[in-house]
Structure formats: C-alpha cells, structure tokens
C-alpha cells in the first residue's frame, strides 16, 4: 500500500501546510511549525499557488523505502534530498500528472515471485491498451481548451481597436465643458476639505487615546488571566490539602486514642506492679495462689494496651511463662513493659505534636490561596469598571464620527450640482484621452504583437502531438529490487548455515549417545539378563533422544521462523522503511528440520545401539575389551617412526584407533575455522572498500559546482580566485547529469554521466583500467567508458550500447567503447 505513514504531527488541513520526509526531521533539520520554501524559478509553469509552506508533520511511504536515497533528479546536485506532500488545494493545475494503480489479480500475490513479475507483465500490457485511446482524447481535450482561451484573447484585442476608434470621437466633445466650472468648484472643495480634515484630525486624537485605553486594559486582563489560571492550578492543590488534612486529622485522633489506652494502661500497671512486688514476701503456697491474680492483672493489661504486635506479644510471654519459680525474670519483664510503654507514648505523643504543624501549615496555605482569590476578584472588579468607561469614551466617539458624516454628507450634498457637471465632463475627457494616447502610443504596438503572438500560439496548439505515457513499477522505487537482493543475500546464506548447523548437531548427537551407552553397558547387560526385550531396553535411550531431538527441533524452528527473521528485518530496518512484514511458518521446511533433527538423535541412538543390543547378556555385564590396536602408515615410514617419544607414539596410534573421535574432531575444528575465516574475510574485504575508492579509483580530493544561473564576471572571479591557489596541483572542468539505466529483474541503476572538457588530464583524476589486467582505457569519440559494476548488472560488452534515460524520461543510446 502506499498508504503515508505519519511519524510525528499530523496530515494538512489547509493549503499552505506540507508533510515532509521523515528523514528532514533526522538531526532536526527541520521541526514542525518551520516553514518550507518552494523558490519561483523551480516552479516556471507555476503549478502551485503558494511557495511558502508550513511543516506539520514527518512521514514514511513505501514509494521510498530505501532510507538512505530517495532517487535522482537533474535538478540541484542531481539527487533527490527528501519527499513532500501537499493537499490538494494547494495546486494550481487542472489534470493530474501522475497515477498510482492497483492490480486485483495481485492482492493474494507476494512480491518478488515469478508470478508476481508475470503478472505485472501481463497488467502493463493490458494497461498500455487501456491507455492508447486516452492519448488522442487528452490532445483533443488540450485543444479545445486552448482554442477557446485564444478566442477569448482575439476578443479582447477587437475590442481594444474598437476603443481606439471610438476615443477620438469623445475627446472633442469633452473639452469644452471642462474650464468654465473648475475654478468655482475648486474654491468650495478647498473650503469643505479643510472643515473636514480639521474634524478628522480630532476625531482621529480621540480615537488613538482610546485605542491606547484598550491595549492598556487587555493587557491587564491578560495578566489577570494567567494569575487567575495561576490560582485555578492552585485550587486542585487546595483541594489535595484538605484531604491530607482530614488524613492528618484523622491520624492525629488515633495516635491520642493511642495515647488514652496508655495512660490508662500505665495506671493498671502501677497496681499490677504493687501486686507484684507484694508476692515477693509470701510463701510458696500462697505465691501459687496470687500468681493467679497476677495473671488476671496482665490480661486486664493485654486488653487495655493498644493493638500493637511487640506490647501483646511481650504480654504472651510473660502469661505463658509466669511461674513461682521464675517470678523473679517475670517482674523484670514486666519492668520492660513499662520501659516499651513509656517509649510508645513518648513516640506517640511527638508524632501528634508533627502531625499538629503539618496542620496549621496546610491551614496557612488554604487561607493564602483564599485571599489571593479576594485579590483577584478586587482586580476584576477595578478592569471591568475601566471597561465601561472606555465603551462610553467609544460610544461618544462613535457619535462624533456619524456628526462628521452627516456634516460631510451636508456639505457634499452643496457640490453636488457644480461638481457632477464638471466631473462627468472631466471623465469622459480624462478617459478618452488616456485611452486614445496610450492607444496611440503603447497599445498599437502591443496589439500587433499580441496578434503575431496569438497567431504563433493557434498554430503551436494545433502542431502539438498526442500525449505519451511513461509506465513505471515498483522496480523504478529507490531500494525496492535491493531490498530483494538483499534477501537473496540472506537466503545464500540461510542455505549453508543450516547444513554446517546439522553436520555439528549430528556428530554433537553421535559422541553424546556413544558415550551414553557405552557408559550404560553394564546396565543394558542387567535388564537383558532380568528379561526384558531389546525394544523395551531401547525405549530407555530412544525415548531420551526423541525427547532431545523433538524439544531441540522446535525450538530451532521457533528461532528460525521468528526470532532470527526479526533480528534480520530490525537490522536492515535503518536501511528500509519496512513497517509491516511477517514471519511465517513454512511446514516443509518445519517437517525437513524435523526429519533430520530425529535422524541425528533417534536414529543415531538406533545406530549405536544396534551392536549391544545384539550382544549377550554374559558378554555386556563384562568389562568391553579394548579395541585393538594396529600398524598405521607412519609406522612403515621409519626414518619418521623412529625419532617420535613414546607418548608421541601412543598419541598416533590412538588417533587411528577411534576414528570417530578423530573425525568429529577434524571436522568441528575445520567447520568452526571456515565460519571464523569467513568473517574476518567479509570484514577486510568491506573495509577496504572506501579506501581504496577514494585513494586509488578516484584520486581528486575536492569538486567545486558552478551555478548555472552564474554571470561572466562571477565565473571571471572565479577563475581570478583559482589562480592565486599556488598549491594547487591541477584541475578539471566537467559536466555531470544523472541519468537512469533499467533492467528487467535488476534495481533501477542512477548513472552520473561525466564529460571533461579536456579527456588527456582525465587519468588524474580518475583511474580507468581494466581490474584484471591492468591495461589503461582513453575516453575518445568512440563511445563512453563505464564501470565493471555496471557492465555487468547490464550485461553489457565493448561494441554494445546502453540506453539512460533523464528526469524527462527521454532515452539516448551511448555506445561503450
């Protein structure tokens, strides 16, 4: 869909507002609210009605989804900066120039497929037909329209000589009644002008005294405002501050119930602690029996203390462990009691105290905020009596100004009679004249170049030609076919990771179960010999491996399809504005992962097992024997054999003797060591890209744009300029213009087109030779010399030529010589 995306703002509204490219907002270039200039000389046919827009939003669009070009234009430096949107009323043309069509037979196809590229083959065809009528029918339409401004233009130039005539007749007629009426009228509208100015003058006095009024007053209306809206946000302040205090309040009535259960509490513990300290001089008999009251006082206590988790709990304590034996320790726990209670009320009692200040403040701040309000309704009070005075000052004002105009209308009413005599004949006079001298004069002239001119214009209208339409596809989008080699890129790679990844998982898989069941030999030997069957002895591993392999395989499938293809998509989404894509699950790739993914677990489980379970019993609960050795190659190469330790040797012999090991082991370090070698040779060899282009292939280390608008003495200057630079080793004039090469299945190519002025110092500048052999090629009138890049996206050879196309869509054909 090409549908806009909007990053920030929003869409225009009216008709001098513009979207802009997202990428103008990148290093804030541009901000919304700043205004955007389209100069006159890059609107010559002008198309639009205004030049000056105001920014209000940044958007992508999937008609450029390349972020780091947006296509070329021979307008400028030849590339094309940013994209812009305006509405539609801000044009000022009567057909549109460009079209975007969609296709139905391609809204269940995906991009990039043959498929899709038939299709649209087939829809460009079709549409070419379509069009081929419309050609004549636009011509026909353009010429009628012409046609009828150039009669409209024919009319006027008739009418203008018949003025011509007619102006000479009225001139006679006109200037006789002219001078016997001036200087009386001249005299009474010298009078009446100078009572009305003089009325004017003071009205005027007025009207500027009041107007200074006003602009006074607005102004202390506006600051009464802000201090109104000063005080509005204040209220919701109020507001909060008297629900902290009802908080405050209703905390600082709970802390003093606290306080109350204290005091009374203390007041029990006094007598319990008489109680006790009585006990002391009884006997055991009769300690046993006060003990009980003892008890009693300390529920009584426990009921009375405050809720608190450390005064109950201590309670408990002593209730659970009051003994004869240990009344001693009881009566010093119950001195910590009171130790705890008098902490609890003096930590009660100071919270009341804070939470009484934290009140009086809230209170200050509500009574504050109340006589600002006063203060403000005091100034309202004070401006709208002001306002009264000054509408009476405009009242009066206004009356004097309807005085003046009736009096003005009175005395026009007494020049009415002279001066309409004289201005009707002073009109005619005036108007003929000027239109028979500038007539005479001016028009003549210009009437006969009109003329040519509208004829010149009838014949250009009728020798125009049928329109031609220029079919563009998504192809002709800046990063549309890169993008798709880009994911062939990726696929290239997809390709071979998978199959190094499975080669890994299977020897992984074949040394884990090998060692697995070797190390469970003696145990499959048991379960042979208590009687179970070879399958049910196999479950046992085959339903671990299933396990691993199933669990392993769908999570792969799962880092495939999903993750992996996010990690991809993220990192070229600063290349490409891609917002809607999707990953999804493809069941024959699912299903060969699977396969392979039990092959190497299950089916090397099956493998491995094969021998031990066709083993007897007697034959695994024994120690396996080792495997034996034998003479290897290097040991009939004596002169080598001879000199090696013998560490060395058994080292040699063990290689060769599990040669499943050695194997896993040779090919998991060459596996790692290509992978390794592979991004350090991706990493030099991008990393020497720029260098060598700029140090190498192109060898000049500034270029200097002439305007094309530029005057002889602004280039003299220049060149006056240039000399003085001693240090300047040599120079090159050129011309450039960017052009387009396309090719079916190929991204749309910008080809910049150079030609010196002088092609012999060309090879200072630039260095043309042949990458293989080195040989040197010479720009002569053969034909163009281009890069090996672009012979080779356009299949092309010396002898052959190359079709570019301009921004007008016209095509040269350049031979490559």
């Given at each position: 869909?090409?549908?806009?995306?909007?990053?920030?703002?929003k869409?225009?509204?009216?008709?001098n507002e513009?979207l802009?490219?997202n990428?103008?907002?990148i290093?804030?270039k541009y901000?919304?609210?700043?205004?955007?200039d389209?100069?006159l000389k890059?609107d010559p046919d002008?198309q639009?009605k205004?030049?000056?827009?105001?920014?209000v939003?940044?958007?992508?669009?999937?008609?450029?989804i390349?972020?780091?070009k947006?296509?070329?234009?021979n307008?400028g430096n030849?590339?094309?900066?940013?994209?812009?949107?305006?509405p539609t009323e801000?044009?000022?043309?009567d057909?549109y120039?460009?079209?975007?069509i969609?296709?139905?037979?391609l809204?269940?196809?995906v991009a990039?497929?043959?498929?899709?590229?038939?299709?649209?083959?087939k829809?460009e065809?079709q549409?070419?037909?379509?069009l081929?009528?419309?050609?004549?029918?636009?011509?026909?339409e353009?010429?009628e329209k012409?046609l009828?401004?150039l009669?409209a233009?024919?009319k006027?130039i008739?009418?203008?000589?018949e003025?011509?005539?007619?102006?000479?007749?009225?001139l006679?007629?006109?200037?006789?009644?002219?001078e016997?009426?001036?200087v009386?009228?001249a005299?009474n509208?010298?009078k009446f002008?100078?009572e009305?100015e003089r009325a004017q003058?003071?009205?005027?006095?007025?009207e500027?005294?009041?107007n200074?009024?006003?602009a006074e007053?607005d102004?202390?209306?506006?600051?009464l405002?802000?201090?109104?809206r000063?005080?509005d946000?204040?209220?919701g302040k109020?507001?909060a501050?008297?629900e902290q205090f009802?908080?405050?309040?209703?905390?600082?009535?709970?802390?003093e119930a606290?306080?109350?259960q204290?005091?009374?509490s203390?007041?029990?513990?006094?007598?319990?602690?008489?109680?006790a300290n009585q006990?002391a001089n009884?006997?055991?008999?009769e300690k046993v029996?006060a003990?009980?009251g003892l008890?009693?006082?300390l529920?009584?206590?426990?009921?009375t203390?405050?809720?608190?988790?450390e005064l109950q709990?201590?309670?408990?304590?002593l209730?659970?462990?009051?003994t004869?034996e240990?009344?001693?320790?009881a009566?010093e726990?119950l001195?910590?009691l009171e130790?705890?209670m008098?902490e609890?009320y003096i930590?009660?009692?100071?919270?009341?105290s804070q939470?009484e200040?934290q009140?009086n403040?809230?209170a200050n701040a509500?009574?504050?905020?109340?006589a600002?309000?006063?203060q403000?309704?005091a100034g309202?009070?004070?401006?709208?009596?002001?306002q009264a005075?000054?509408k009476?000052?405009?009242t009066?004002?206004?009356?004097g100004?309807?005085?003046?105009a009736?009096?003005k209308q009175?005395?026009?009413q007494?020049?009415?009679?002279?001066?309409?005599?004289?201005?009707e004949?002073r009109a005619?006079?005036?108007t003929n004249?000027?239109?028979?001298?500038?007539l005479?004069?001016?028009?003549?002239p210009?009437?006969?170049?009109a003329q040519?001119?509208?004829?010149?214009e009838?014949?250009?209208v009728?020798a125009?030609?049928?329109?031609?339409?220029?079919?563009?596809?998504?192809?002709?989008n800046?990063?549309y076919i890169?993008?798709?080699?880009?994911?062939n890129r990726?696929?290239s790679?997809?390709?071979?990771f998978?199959?190094?990844f499975f080669?890994?998982?299977a020897l992984?898989?074949?040394t884990?179960?090998?060692?697995?069941?070797?190390?469970k030999?003696?145990e499959?030997?048991?379960?042979?010999a208590?009687?179970?069957?070879n399958?049910e002895?196999a479950l046992?591993?085959?339903i671990y491996a299933?396990?691993a392999g199933?669990?392993g395989t769908?999570?792969?499938?799962?880092?495939?399809f999903?993750i992996f293809?996010?990690i991809i998509?993220?990192?070229?989404g600063?290349?490409?504005?891609?917002t809607?894509f999707?990953t999804?699950?493809?069941?024959s790739?699912?299903?060969?992962g699977?396969?392979?993914?039990?092959?190497?677990?299950v089916g090397i489980?099956?493998?491995v097992l094969?021998?031990?379970?066709r083993?007897?019993?007697a034959t695994?609960?024994r120690p396996k024997?080792p495997?034996a050795?034998?003479?290897?190659?290097i040991?009939r190469?004596?002169?080598?054999?001879?000199?090696?330790?013998?560490?060395?040797?058994?080292t040699?012999r063990n290689l060769f003797?599990y040669?499943?090991r050695?194997?896993m082991t040779?090919f998991?370090i060459?596996?790692?060591?290509?992978?390794?070698?592979?991004g350090?040779?991706?990493?030099?060899?991008?990393?020497?890209?720029?260098p060598i282009?700029f140090?190498?292939i192109?060898?000049y280390?500034?270029?200097?744009s002439f305007?094309?608008e530029?005057?002889?003495e602004q280039?003299?200057?220049y060149?006056?300029?240039?000399?003085?630079f001693?240090h300047?080793?040599?120079?090159?004039?050129?011309?450039?213009?960017?052009?387009?090469?396309?090719?079916?299945?190929q991204?749309?190519?910008?080809?910049?087109?150079y030609?010196?002025?002088n092609?012999?110092?060309l090879?200072q500048?630039?260095?043309?030779?042949?990458?293989?052999?080195?040989n040197?090629?010479e720009?002569?009138d053969?034909?163009?010399v281009?890069?090996?890049?672009?012979?080779?996206i356009?299949n092309?050879s010396?002898g052959?030529s190359i079709?570019?196309k301009?921004a007008?869509?016209e095509?040269?054909?350049?031979?490559?010589?």
């Amino acid at each position: 869909s090409n549908q806009l995306t909007l990053i920030d703002g929003k869409f225009p509204q009216e008709k001098n507002e513009i979207l802009l490219d997202n990428n103008a907002a990148i290093g804030q270039k541009y901000k919304i609210g700043d205004s955007f200039d389209i100069l006159l000389k890059d609107d010559p046919d002008e198309q639009l009605k205004e030049h000056r827009f105001k920014i209000v939003g940044f958007v992508n669009t999937s008609e450029f989804i390349d972020q780091t070009k947006r296509g070329n234009t021979n307008v400028g430096n030849g590339s094309i900066d940013y994209f812009a949107f305006l509405p539609t009323e801000a044009f000022n043309m009567d057909a549109y120039g460009r079209m975007l069509i969609r296709f139905r037979n391609l809204n269940d196809q995906v991009a990039y497929t043959a498929t899709y590229d038939e299709l649209m083959v087939k829809n460009e065809t079709q549409l070419k037909q379509l069009l081929a009528p419309r050609k004549k029918e636009r011509l026909k339409e353009i010429q009628e329209k012409a046609l009828k401004e150039l009669l409209a233009n024919q009319k006027k130039i008739d009418d203008a000589n018949e003025q011509i005539t007619d102006g000479k007749k009225q001139l006679a007629d006109a200037k006789e009644q002219l001078e016997s009426g001036e200087v009386e009228l001249a005299t009474n509208q010298s009078k009446f002008d100078l009572e009305i100015e003089r009325a004017q003058t003071e009205i005027s006095s007025q009207e500027k005294q009041l107007n200074l009024a006003q602009a006074e007053l607005d102004q202390q209306k506006k600051m009464l405002e802000e201090k109104q809206r000063e005080l509005d946000v204040n209220k919701g302040k109020v507001e909060a501050l008297t629900e902290q205090f009802t908080q405050l309040n209703l905390q600082k009535e709970q802390l003093e119930a606290v306080v109350q259960q204290l005091q009374e509490s203390m007041v029990l513990y006094q007598e319990m602690m008489q109680y006790a300290n009585q006990l002391a001089n009884l006997s055991p008999e009769e300690k046993v029996v006060a003990l009980e009251g003892l008890k009693s006082y300390l529920v009584l206590l426990g009921q009375t203390l405050p809720t608190t988790s450390e005064l109950q709990n201590l309670i408990t304590l002593l209730l659970d462990g009051l003994t004869v034996e240990n009344l001693d320790l009881a009566i010093e726990q119950l001195k910590q009691l009171e130790k705890l209670m008098n902490e609890q009320y003096i930590q009660a009692q100071t919270t009341i105290s804070q939470l009484e200040v934290q009140m009086n403040e809230l209170a200050n701040a509500k009574e504050t905020l109340e006589a600002g309000q006063a203060q403000i309704d005091a100034g309202r009070v004070e401006l709208e009596t002001a306002q009264a005075q000054i509408k009476s000052g405009q009242t009066q004002l206004a009356q004097g100004k309807l005085d003046l105009a009736l009096e003005k209308q009175k005395g026009q009413q007494q020049l009415t009679t002279a001066k309409s005599d004289l201005a009707e004949g002073r009109a005619l006079y005036e108007t003929n004249l000027a239109e028979f001298e500038k007539l005479k004069n001016e028009k003549l002239p210009e009437l006969e170049k009109a003329q040519k001119k509208l004829n010149q214009e009838r014949e250009k209208v009728m020798a125009l030609k049928a329109a031609e339409y220029t079919l563009v596809n998504r192809d002709s989008n800046p990063g549309y076919i890169e993008y798709k080699q880009n994911a062939n890129r990726i696929t290239s790679i997809a390709t071979v990771f998978p199959t190094i990844f499975f080669l890994i998982a299977a020897l992984v898989s074949l040394t884990t179960m090998s060692r697995m069941i070797e190390e469970k030999r003696v145990e499959i030997g048991t379960y042979k010999a208590l009687g179970y069957r070879n399958r049910e002895v196999a479950l046992k591993f085959l339903i671990y491996a299933l396990a691993a392999g199933v669990s392993g395989t769908f999570l792969g499938l799962a880092f495939g399809f999903y993750i992996f293809p996010m990690i991809i998509i993220n990192a070229y989404g600063q290349l490409y504005s891609i917002t809607e894509f999707s990953t999804p699950w493809y069941w024959s790739y699912s299903l060969i992962g699977l396969v392979v993914g039990l092959f190497c677990t299950v089916g090397i489980s099956l493998i491995v097992l094969r021998v031990d379970l066709r083993s007897t019993p007697a034959t695994l609960l024994r120690p396996k024997a080792p495997k034996a050795g034998k003479r290897i190659l290097i040991e009939r190469l004596t002169f080598i054999w001879r000199r090696l330790n013998f560490n060395q040797k058994v080292t040699m012999r063990n290689l060769f003797r599990y040669k499943a090991r050695m194997l896993m082991t040779i090919f998991g370090i060459a596996g790692c060591t290509a992978m390794i070698l592979t991004g350090y040779g991706l990493k030099n060899s991008i990393g020497d890209i720029v260098p060598i282009q700029f140090s190498q292939i192109w060898t000049y280390q500034g270029i200097v744009s002439f305007d094309k608008e530029a005057i002889e003495e602004q280039t003299r200057a220049y060149q006056t300029t240039l000399e003085k630079f001693s240090h300047l080793e040599a120079t090159l004039a050129l011309a450039s213009e960017v052009f387009t090469a396309e090719k079916k299945g190929q991204n749309m190519q910008d080809v910049t087109v150079y030609v010196p002025e002088n092609p012999v110092v060309l090879p200072q500048f630039f260095l043309m030779n042949d990458r293989k052999s080195g040989n040197t090629y010479e720009l002569t009138d053969e034909g163009a010399v281009i890069n090996e890049k672009l012979a080779k996206i356009l299949n092309v050879s010396i002898g052959q030529s190359i079709e570019l196309k301009n921004a007008d869509k016209e095509v040269f054909k350049i031979k490559v010589a």
